[in-house]
């Protein structure tokens, strides 16, 4: 990779890394990692760092414009991904400022919960976290397959809520 690139966009995962928490958290993901991966579903980035999807979407979209690889917006019963033209661990390192040198992915990396030891089980429900100041957080426990209509009823529910 042209080291013009490379320290470009490593540049740009510092300044990520300094003011997003969860890219942050992300990152830290991608470092504990054993293997690479070459396409990342939303679900299960937020499933292992505990974000919700929407904030996922945001950094995987944050991660694109950086040029890591691609976001994917799920259609259909395709869901949303990132697919990897840079090494997760590399990236994660260069975010941190540890290294400045940025890998393109391994040809064989595995990217399921599956090969990290972790059982995926769509019937347990899904802790999202909310920061709604910078000193508290909102909690909220959902089913794995919540839907845009459940979102709804949520969000007027969440707005009837008496304030006094």
Do not use: Q
């Not at 995962?13 to 990152?27: C, G, K, N, Q």
């Not at 414009?65 to 990236?91: H, V």
């Amino acid at each position: 990779m042209n080291s013009n690139i490379n320290s470009t966009m490593s540049r740009d995962l510092r300044e990520l890394y300094s003011t997003d928490d969860s890219a942050r958290r992300v990152f830290a993901w991608f470092d504990e990692r054993r293997k690479d991966s070459r396409a990342m579903p939303v679900r299960i980035a937020a499933y292992r760092t505990g974000l919700d999807e929407r904030e996922i979407r945001r950094v995987f979209k944050l991660l694109d414009e950086i040029g890591c690889g691609r976001y994917i917006k799920g259609r259909g019963e395709n869901e949303s991904r990132m697919a990897w033209t840079l090494s997760i661990r590399s990236i994660a390192s260069a975010a941190k400022g540890e290294s400045f040198s940025l890998e393109e992915v391994a040809v064989e990396p595995e990217d399921t919960l599956e090969a990290e030891g972790i059982i995926f089980n769509p019937d347990e429900p899904v802790i999202h976290t909310f920061k709604l100041r910078s000193d508290f957080e909102v909690k909220i426990s959902l089913p794995s397959d919540f839907t845009d209509r459940e979102a709804d009823r949520l969000g007027a529910f969440l707005k009837a809520i008496p304030i006094s």
